[in-house]
């Protein structure tokens, strides 16, 4: 079946300009979740929903992150004003339900580059 | 061991050759651990959760070992393949987040 999917795949923003990250989970699937890759990083959290409520946004590095998931399914990561630290691989992950064993599936990512 | 912490960061083998790569996790307050691959240009590729001490999991060619009492676990791949070449990230499960050591890139030759 169709796994998770991200786009757009490559982003390049000047900086100062709006970007919005689309993530579409695994149909079914409960919970999602963002991560940020930095280079020579491992993927870091960000935020976290299950159904349409974000439950962990502590990981969002300022308040020029934000994430939204209304309905439950197809999640949008906004980025404000960026900035060059923002340049990244932006994971996105889906699970059936959430919780420790759960398996999180990964779409490709959305790297950005600020320039 | 506050943080996960993968070695080495980079490995490069010959096709045929084993190999193994270490992570290291935080032993108070386990849960779960998790391997996955990331091959370039694609998503990461669950391998394997494991959360019993002593366990050991086993997926075609790659295998893995769990100690939570010391907080370590071991990837192992035997005879080494070119599609085998990628990085292997380990993360510890907190209650609804994973926490990622940094990889293990590997690339093997024919």
Redesign the interface.
């Known amino acids: 079946g169709a796994?998770?999917s991200q786009s757009p795949r490559y982003k390049v923003a000047k900086r100062g300009q709006d970007v919005a990250l689309r993530c579409d989970p695994i149909s079914g699937h409960v919970?999602l979740?963002w991560?940020q890759q930095a280079l020579?990083?491992?993927?870091?959290?960000l935020t976290?929903f299950q159904n349409e409520a974000q439950?962990?946004k502590s990981?969002l590095p300022s308040d020029r992150f934000f994430a939204e998931r209304p309905e439950g399914s197809v999640s949008t990561l906004k980025i404000q004003r960026t900035q060059q630290e923002d340049s990244a691989v932006y994971?996105c992950a889906s699970s059936l339900a959430?919780?420790?064993?759960s398996?999180?599936?990964?779409?490709?990512?959305t790297r950005l580059l600020v320039l | 061991i506050l943080n996960?912490e993968q070695s080495p960061q980079s490995l490069h083998v010959q096709e045929g050759d084993s190999t193994n790569f270490t992570c290291s996790f935080p032993s108070s307050n386990f849960?779960?651990l998790?391997w996955?691959r990331w091959e370039t240009?694609?998503?990461?590729?669950?391998l394997f959760?494991m959360?019993l001490n002593g366990d050991e999991k086993k997926k075609g060619r790659i295998s893995a070992t769990l100690n939570t009492k010391e907080g370590y676990s071991y990837l192992y791949i035997k005879g080494s393949q070119p599609e085998d070449s990628a990085t292997y990230?380990c993360?510890d499960?907190?209650?609804?987040?994973?926490?990622?050591?940094?990889?293990t890139m590997l690339l093997v030759s024919p």
């Open positions: 796994g998770v919970s979740f991560y020579g990083q491992g993927p870091e959290f976290y439950l962990d990981g994971l959430g919780g420790i064993v398996t999180q599936y990964f779409g490709p990512g | 996960v849960y779960a998790h996955y240009a694609k998503s990461p590729e669950a959760v959360t990230l993360a499960s907190g209650y609804s987040t994973l926490t990622f050591g940094k990889g």
